[in-house]
Nanobody, 117 residues
Framework: QVQLVESGGGLVQPGGSLRLSCAASTNIFSMNFMGWYRQAPGKERDLVAGVTDGGHTNYADSVKGRFAISRDKARNTVYLQMNRLEPEDTAVYFC???????????WGQGTQVTVYS
């Protein structure tokens, strides 16, 4: 059905920046919700940032002011700009898409982000 492919992860120093990309096989504006989740070793998968089809965004408290989610309709791509990265941001980051009422729920394969000092 819908495929989501993440890219842009890597190794960075504290205070550095990364831009994650999520390329979708469908019109991202046909999704009710597009978002980024992350999962660190031994921890649950938590929402980092999300955006609705209407353009409303929300962020986890731990990343407010540092991360920004955006969309490119022409490229069917969702981005996560991550600035002032901290070791606590180290995790596998997953792209997620949901249809209206979450009838369908799609996930990418994940991309690793490692912040070290």
């Amino acid at each position: 059905q819908v495929q989501l492919v993440e890219s842009g992860g890597g190794l960075v120093q504290p205070g550095g920046s990364l831009r994650l990309s999520c390329a979708a096989s469908t019109n991202i504006f046909s999704m009710n919700f597009m978002g980024w989740y992350r999962q660190a070793p031994g921890k649950e998968r938590d929402l980092v940032a999300g955006v609705t089809d209407g353009g409303h965004t929300n962020y986890a408290d731990s990343v407010k002011g540092r991360f920004a989610i955006s969309r490119d309709k022409a490229r069917n791509t969702v981005y996560l700009q991550m600035n002032r990265l901290e070791p606590e941001d180290t995790a596998v980051y997953f792209c997620n898409a949901k249809t209206v009422l979450s009838r369908f729920d799609y996930w990418g394969q994940g991309t690793q982000v490692t912040v070290y000092s």
